[in-house]
């Protein structure tokens, strides 16, 4: 049986199209949406509207946390499937690829196999964004991190792992990916799927998002101090220079403007807070 958890807040532009790609699929046996933040009616309103008309069982929960790694633990202790799969509102999925997600874990042994990412090509920030994950993130195999959407999750995971119950909920993968490889050997990865995302496209867009990740990684580094030192490596030399590097040696120009901005906004942040 696989669950599949969306959480949603001020997702009504976006959370159409995630859910019916995902039950276009006919993989899904359960669809958990939770829906967080301030009481947002129309994104709940649109995802019962959808999913009453699909037939698949499913449920639509609020939760007023305001932490997104506490809101993705409530939709998978919700869950009743062998395997979770976590999809946010921003991506579509295709046929075929929760499937693959699921058979790539059972084959390489992994608790958890992330997708491919390919971002929807409006804008020259879009366009960039997807060249930087073609060239640092799409190669399938197995890996030490990697995100927690899209991605399955075997359900034993949770009985050794939880999401954290506290922080800014920008750093959910980093802080579990870090404490599963630190108390557990299990294994994760990419799989060979690519999941298509819908961003926003304009500048500011970005530069607003990764001001959000480098609060995270701030957070991430008070929770666990023994990791600052590789946090800033990670902000201050291999987005700004090794990736970029990469990047042109590759032919991957606009990959090259996105990770130093990422990097440099991210690291200002981190240093701040």
């Given at each position: 049986m696989?669950?599949?958890?969306?959480c949603?807040?001020?997702?009504?532009?976006?959370?159409?199209?995630?859910?019916?790609s995902?039950?276009?699929?006919?993989?899904?046996?359960?669809?958990?949406?939770?829906?967080?933040?301030?009481?947002?009616?129309?994104?709940?309103?649109?995802?019962?509207?959808?999913?009453r008309?699909?037939?698949?069982?499913?449920?639509?929960?609020?939760s007023?946390?305001?932490?997104?790694?506490?809101d993705?633990?409530?939709?998978?202790?919700?869950?009743?499937?062998?395997?979770?799969?976590?999809?946010?509102?921003?991506?579509?999925?295709?046929p075929?690829?929760?499937?693959?997600?699921?058979?790539?874990a059972?084959?390489?042994?992994?608790?958890?196999?992330?997708?491919?990412?390919?971002?929807?090509?409006?804008?020259?920030?879009?366009?960039?964004?997807?060249?930087?994950?073609?060239?640092?993130?799409?190669?399938?195999?197995?890996?030490?991190?990697?995100?927690?959407?899209?991605?399955?999750?075997?359900?034993?995971?949770?009985?050794?792992?939880?999401?954290a119950?506290?922080?800014?909920?920008?750093?959910?993968?980093?802080?579990?990916l870090?404490?599963?490889?630190?108390?557990?050997?299990?294994?994760?990865?990419?799989?060979?799927v690519?999941?298509?995302?819908?961003?926003?496209?304009?500048?500011?867009d970005?530069?607003?998002?990764?001001?959000?990740?480098?609060?995270?990684?701030?957070?991430?580094?008070?929770?666990?101090?023994e990791?600052?030192?590789?946090?800033?490596?990670?902000?201050?030399?291999?987005?700004?220079v090794?990736?970029?590097?990469?990047?042109?040696?590759?032919?991957?120009?606009?990959?090259?403007?996105?990770?130093?901005?990422?990097?440099?906004?991210?690291?200002?942040?981190?240093?701040?807070?």
């Amino acid at each position: 049986m696989l669950s599949v958890v969306v959480c949603a807040k001020d997702e009504a532009d976006r959370i159409e199209g995630c859910l019916r790609s995902l039950l276009a699929t006919g993989e899904v046996d359960e669809l958990i949406v939770v829906i967080g933040g301030e009481p947002d009616v129309e994104t709940a309103n649109i995802a019962r509207r959808v999913l009453r008309q699909s037939g698949t069982r499913f449920m639509v929960v609020t939760s007023d946390s305001g932490s997104l790694p506490v809101d993705r633990q409530l939709g998978i202790d919700l869950a009743q499937g062998d395997w979770v799969a976590l999809i946010d509102a921003d991506h579509r999925v295709e046929p075929g690829d929760l499937t693959a997600l699921v058979d790539t874990a059972v084959v390489e042994g992994w608790a958890i196999a992330q997708a491919g990412l390919s971002v929807r090509p409006d804008s020259f920030w879009n366009r960039a964004e997807s060249s930087f994950l073609a060239l640092t993130h799409n190669t399938p195999g197995q890996r030490d991190m990697v995100g927690v959407a899209p991605a399955v999750f075997h359900r034993d995971l949770f009985r050794l792992v939880r999401f954290a119950e506290s922080g800014t909920g920008g750093g959910d993968d980093t802080d579990l990916l870090y404490r599963l490889a630190r108390d557990t050997d299990l294994r994760v990865g990419i799989a060979p799927v690519v999941v298509e995302t819908v961003h926003a496209p304009r500048l500011a867009d970005y530069v607003r998002k990764f001001r959000w990740y480098g609060t995270a990684d701030a957070q991430f580094a008070r929770t666990y101090p023994e990791r600052r030192r590789s946090m800033l490596f990670h902000l201050l030399v291999r987005y700004p220079v090794l990736h970029p590097a990469r990047a042109i040696a590759a032919g991957r120009f606009r990959a090259a403007p996105y990770a130093v901005l990422q990097g440099l906004v991210r690291a200002s942040c981190f240093i701040r807070t």
